[in-house]
């Protein structure tokens, strides 16, 4: 597999994103140097960090040893909820950019609205100043709803590149999904595998289709993110299910069996409800 094969997606300011990546959630800092260059040796391009996951800097370490040119790599953070606001975002993104080693990131997303805390707007009037900056190319955000969306719309100047929002077959937002779409906003899919906490990989609808086409129930639920457009980074520490992860280019799943796993829809989110992680 070669990186070439994985497509990009255009987003609503001129930059493009590679639409399948490598999410590091979870993944043990002092074990994420040597994780992430097992991904980019299986050709991964896009990287999905965040402050608050507490291994950019290991992101960073094999990002520096792989030798990569950085404009053939595309390098996601985000902010975490205490630092929003203006001079505490500035601080925020100055140390995720000191511990990725680099001189810009490709992303810069606000983690979650964090509504109790009513500064979503002010920090993405933050995000803006940045991105002028040049140190940030695309701003966006994550987890948030559709009245967190109307409200960055109506009370500032720049529609967010990226909402990434949970979705899985399990839980599929279609509210959200339609806002976005209406408003050239892409979504990224995180927990795509349902973080593994539902018997997804199971189920007939996945297993049926991994059968026909000789491939694994993970490559199926992958490659039905791929086809529905979505923006999608699984993570996994193994490097054989890494390499596995990638390799969802070379089959197609049928409008039937795309239907079958779009009607697994059942409303059951992985992590709490947006409004309430402040
Ligand atoms: P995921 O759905 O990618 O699930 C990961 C788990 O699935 C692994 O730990 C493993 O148990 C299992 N898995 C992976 N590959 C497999 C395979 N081939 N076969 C069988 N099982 C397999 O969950 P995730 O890591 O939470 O989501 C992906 C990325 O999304 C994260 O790493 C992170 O970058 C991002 N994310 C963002 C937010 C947010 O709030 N913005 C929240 C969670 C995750």
Redesign the pocket.
């Known amino acids: 597999m070669t990186q070439p094969l994985v497509p990009r997606i255009q987003l609503n300011d001129g930059f493009s994103i590679p639409q399948l990546g490598f999410?590091?959630?979870?993944?043990d800092p002092a074990k994420t140097e040597a994780i992430v260059t097992d991904a980019l040796e299986i050709g991964y391009r896009h990287i999905?960090?965040?402050r608050v996951y507490g291994n950019e800097a290991g992101v960073g370490r094999a990002i520096a040893q792989s030798g990569i040119p950085r404009e053939q790599l595309f390098i996601t953070t985000?902010l975490w909820n205490d630092d929003q606001g203006t001079q505490s975002v500035f601080d925020a993104f100055d140390a995720s950019l000191e511990r990725l080693g680099l001189d810009y990131v490709d992303l810069y997303?606000i983690?979650?609205p964090s509504p109790a805390n009513d500064r979503y707007v002010e920090t993405w009037k933050a995000f803006e100043r940045l991105r002028e900056s040049g140190r940030v190319r695309s701003i966006g955000v994550?987890?948030f709803l559709v009245p967190h969306l109307e409200r960055l719309l109506a009370e500032t100047d720049t529609v967010p590149a990226v909402d990434?929002i949970?979705l899985?077959p399990y839980h599929q937002q279609p509210e959200t999904a339609a806002f976005a779409e209406e408003h050239a906003i892409k979504i990224e899919a995180?927990?795509?595998?349902?973080?593994?906490k539902y018997p997804l990989?199971e189920l007939p609808e996945v297993t049926d289709a991994a059968a026909a086409h000789e491939v694994?129930?993970?490559?199926v639920v992958i490659r039905w993110h791929v086809q529905r457009g979505h923006i999608v980074?699984?993570?996994?520490?193994r490097r054989e299910?890494m390499a596995?992860?990638f390799d969802v280019f070379g089959f197609e799943l049928s409008p039937e069996e795309m239907d079958a796993i779009t009607a697994l829809e059942r409303g059951g989110r992985v992590?709490s409800h947006p409004d309430e992680v402040n």
């Open positions: 999410g590091v959630f979870k993944v999905d960090t965040a985000k997303l983690h979650w994550s987890n990434q949970e899985h995180w927990g795509p595998l349902g973080q593994g990989l694994t129930p993970a490559q980074f699984p993570k996994s520490n299910r596995e992860n992590s």
